[in-house]
């Protein structure tokens, strides 16, 4: 093997070995963003995100932990009748929708959704 194809191995195998580095830290930023946001939804994780933004004094936090756990209750009650409603759309939607669909094109609606709910 010439040192010109040597070359080109090394820097193609540094290519590859790059974009495989960068896909997977991308997918790992991602997975932790999202992750994040999921815990915002819940009572604690938003109570906890805000006492560490507002950095309340000890005076503070006895009223202001207070006043976050109602605030992140509230918010998961929120949450939750969203996520109660928009299932009941989505299923009116597909109840109009299935005379008009054949049965393939109503299958792969549903593939799609089921796949939408896993996220």
Same mark, same amino acid.
């Given at each position: 093997?010439?040192?010109?194809?040597? *070359?080109?191995?090394?820097?193609?195998?540094?290519?590859?070995?790059?974009?495989?580095?960068?896909?997977?830290?991308?997918?790992?930023? $991602?997975?932790?963003?999202?992750?994040?946001?999921? *815990?915002?939804?819940?009572?604690?994780?938003?109570?906890?995100? $805000?006492?560490?933004?507002?950095?309340?004094?000890?005076?503070?936090?006895?009223?202001?932990?207070?006043?976050?756990?109602?605030?992140?209750?509230?918010?998961?009650?929120?949450?939750? *009748?969203?996520?109660?409603?928009? @299932?009941?759309?989505?299923?009116?939607?597909?109840?109009?929708?299935?005379?008009?669909?054949?049965?393939?094109?109503?299958?792969? $609606?549903?593939?799609?959704? *089921?796949?939408?709910? @896993?996220?």
């Amino acid at each position: 093997m010439n040192a010109k194809t040597k *070359s080109g191995l090394v820097l193609l195998t540094t290519l590859v070995a790059g974009l495989l580095i960068g896909a997977l830290a991308t997918s790992a930023v $991602m997975q932790y963003r999202l992750d994040h946001l999921r *815990s915002l939804r819940r009572t604690q994780g938003f109570s906890e995100w $805000m006492h560490t933004v507002i950095v309340p004094t000890d005076a503070q936090h006895e009223e202001v932990q207070r006043i976050l756990e109602s605030t992140g209750t509230e918010l998961t009650t929120y949450y939750d *009748s969203v996520r109660v409603q928009r @299932r009941a759309i989505v299923d009116t939607m597909r109840a109009r929708l299935r005379p008009i669909l054949t049965p393939a094109q109503y299958q792969e $609606m549903e593939e799609a959704l *089921s796949n939408g709910r @896993r996220r």
